[in-house]
C-alpha cells in the first residue's frame, strides 16, 4: 500500500515518525495522562478539594503538585496539541520549544506571582514552579535537538 510522506512524496512503505515526531508524541501523551490523573481520586490527594481554578484548590496531584480544574485541563489541552503535533516534524519541533518556552514563562510567572495571590489562577506552588523550569528546559532542548528526519538505512537494518 503506497503512503506518503512528510513531504508529500509517494512511498510503498508505511510512514515512520521521525524522533523529533516521537518525542512530541510521548510528551503529548503524558501530559494527556498528567491532565486525566488530575481528576482521579486518589492520584489526587484532598480531591474534595479541587476548585475550578485559583490558589483556593486545595487538591495536590502525586501530594505534591497543586492541581484545579483549569490546570488539570490545560495539561489535557497540551496533551492534545503534542499529539496532533507529531504528525509533523516541523509541528513536533515547534510544539517542544514553543511549550518549552511558555513553561519558561510559566517558571518565572510562578516565582513573581505569591502563592496566595488572586493572580495565582492556574494555581502554582513551590513544587509546580520548578518541575516548570525542568519542563522548560528539557522541552527546548528536545525540540532542538531531536532529529527531524527518519534515518531510512537505519530502518533498513535491525
Known sequence: MATRTSDGTRTSRPLRRSPVQATALVVG????LVGIAGFVPGVTTDY????????????????????SVLHNLLHLGLGV????????????????IGGGVAYAVLWVYGLVVADDSRANV?????ADDWLHLVLAV????????MPRRVDLNAAHHP
Open 138 to 145: 528539557g522541552m527546548v532542548l528536545l525540540g532542538l535537538l
Open 29 to 32: 501523551a503524558v501530559f494527556v
Open 81 to 96: 496539541l503534542g499529539v496532533l503535533a507529531a504528525r509533523t516534524a516541523s509541528a513536533a519541533r515547534a510544539f517542544l
Open 48 to 67: 474534595d478539594r479541587l476548585a475550578g481554578a485559583g490558589h483556593h484548590s486545595g487538591a495536590m496531584l502525586l501530594g505534591l503538585f497543586q492541581v
Open 122 to 126: 492556574v494555581p502554582l506552588n513551590t
